[in-house]
């Protein structure tokens, strides 16, 4: 007998079915991936409940599909792998969809002091029929004039009292952190900011997060346009968080 024939009858037998390769299901992938993206509800709760229902799609993507690729998996069992990864990936998305709506609306529903009225910038921007009947500041908003109020914002970092950044006790308050509120103060609209000035001992440290402020609002009508001499909206705020 040959050398090759005895190696040939010593080799055992490789049988393809054992080494046959499998690819994972890409719709296992996407899913678990969208899952891991859908816990940002609940740093996006945080701010706003309209924050987090416009990260929904997030985890509605993941549910469907890791839904999709069980599936898939189960009418081609012998074509796929990532079963695992898909269960995950919809459980995570799903209890993110439950947990981080849930959450986000609790924080909605208990941030208001009690003793305050909720609004916001987008209530302090006249429609279209305000500013048709004449009124630059919408009636609502001037009927909580020397009243307390409850608004979210950011503070304008060049505008602090002294340039501080500790201890602040005026400021202005503005709609959000992009360019619209950051830039030249000058193309500013005047129902994207309030100026702010805290109350009694009240201080306030400057931070590039979110403020929940609440105090007395003061509604200046003949500063409701470009070029005014003064704010529109002035908040003697006695709570900050």
């Known amino acids: ?8 009858t010593k080799r055992p037998a490789i049988r393809g079915e054992e080494f046959e390769y499998r690819p994972m299901n890409t ?3 996407a899913s678990f991936v969208f899952g891991l993206l859908s816990t940002l509800i609940f740093f996006a709760g945080r701010d706003g409940f309209q924050n987090s229902l416009l990260l929904t799609p997030l985890p509605l993507i993941g549910i ?13 069992p012998d074509q796929f792998t990532g079963g695992p990864m898909a269960k995950i ?15 986000s609306g609790y924080v909605y529903a208990t941030e208001v002091p009690p003793g ?4 916001s910038f987008f209530d302090l921007q006249p429609d279209d029929i305000d500013l048709r009947a004449g009124h630059a500041i919408p009636p609502d908003i001037a009927a909580l004039d020397g009243k307390k109020v409850f608004i979210k914002g950011y503070i304008r970092p060049d505008s602090t009292n002294s340039g501080y950044r500790q201890n602040i006790s005026q400021f202005l308050l503005v709609r959000d952190s992009n360019n619209c509120c950051f830039g030249d103060l000058s193309t ?8 702010v000035k805290m109350e009694g001992d009240e201080r306030v440290d400057y931070s590039g997060g979110l403020f929940r402020m609440g ?20 908040l003697e705020a006695d709570y900050a968080k």
């Open 89 to 103: 990936g919809t459980a995570l998305s799903l209890f993110c969809l439950i947990a981080g709506l849930s959450f």
């Open 27 to 29: 719709g296992a992938i």
């Open 64 to 76: 469907a599909l890791g839904i999709r690729a069980m599936a898939t998996m189960r009418a081609n």
């Open 1 to 8: 007998m040959s050398t090759a024939e005895a190696l040939s």
């Open 188 to 195: 500013v609209k005047y129902f994207d900011q309030m100026l």
């Open 116 to 119: 305050y009225a909720r609004t």
């Open 215 to 234: 105090g007395v609002l003061r509604v200046f009508p003949q500063h409701a346009g470009d070029g005014a001499p003064g704010p529109a909206f002035v």
